[in-house]
């Protein structure tokens, strides 16, 4: 005898709910799993930094940009924000926007020196090392951004993302030796008063406006687009280095409009 249908309804239902219960607790590591694939391509990155492949270095590190977006998208819209996501998320971002900064300018640096003592690798390493104090100051300015209650719609002081696209733009003109700037951009002490400038800023409370995407239309989105646009034109003009330009007006747009930005 056929058993009866109604039999299954129970059985089909007990299912479902495993399934959507399944489902629901992969939703919640989503966001964790992006800040995971942020790292990833961070340490990548930093790889083919060391190789001086910085075109490849930067792909990756567009990777870790774009992870590093989608994450906390993607926790506010699922709902599931965690102290560990936000763990994870700042100790990604050393190494994304810490270390692969750090690493560029280290390269920046040996490559000079190393001409200058006939490959003498201790001689690189002293003279090049300062290079990672923009890597300590990141991380000072990522634990302070953690506990900072007042930058949500905006930054104090310039963000390690910005900073990060700042150095890649130098390193890919060096690479590239856009309008014979190679020498300069490669000159100790111009970096070594690139990372004081930039360690400053890194820590220095100045009013940074904030680029984060919150709803989908003009009103809130209008900056970046405009930002969008400004780049691509910057980089049919200078190509690479408009990544380092975008981030200078970025900061003259950020002091002139302090008063609007902290009014909210």
Not at 100 to 111: E, K, N, R, S, T
Not at 187 to 197: A, S
Request: aromatic letters at 12%.
């Amino acid at each position: 005898m056929p058993e009866p249908s109604g039999a299954k309804l129970p059985q089909i239902s007990q299912y479902c709910f495993q399934r959507d219960s399944l489902l629901l607790r992969l939703m919640k590591h989503l966001p964790n799993a992006l800040t995971l694939a942020n790292l990833f391509c961070g340490c990548c990155a930093i790889l083919y930094i060391l190789y001086w492949q910085p075109e490849t270095a930067a792909l990756f590190s567009a990777g870790s940009f774009v992870f590093d977006y989608l994450d906390g998208m993607v926790a506010r819209a699922l709902k599931v924000s965690s102290p560990l996501g936000k763990e994870l998320d700042s100790l990604a971002d050393v190494v994304s926007f810490g270390v692969v900064p750090g690493a560029m300018l280290y390269q920046q640096l040996a490559i000079p020196v190393m001409e200058l003592s006939g490959g003498d690798v201790s001689a690189v390493q002293w003279q090049a090392l300062p290079a990672f104090i923009l890597t300590a100051f990141s991380a000072f300015r990522l634990g302070k951004f953690n506990l900072d209650t007042r930058q949500t719609s905006y930054f104090l002081g310039l963000s390690t993302p910005a900073c990060t696209v700042f150095v890649l733009g130098l390193s890919l003109g060096v690479y590239h030796n856009r309008f014979d700037l190679a020498s300069m951009l490669t000159n100790p002490w111009f970096i070594y008063g690139l990372i004081g400038t930039l360690s400053w800023l890194l820590v220095r409370e100045i009013p940074m406006v904030g680029m984060k995407i919150k709803r989908f239309d003009w009103k809130s989105n209008g900056l970046n687009l405009i930002f969008v646009g400004v780049l691509a034109i910057l980089v049919f003009v200078i190509k690479e280095l408009a990544l380092s330009a975008i981030v200078v007006c970025y900061m003259l747009l950020s002091v002139l409009q302090k008063k609007k930005i902290l009014e909210g």
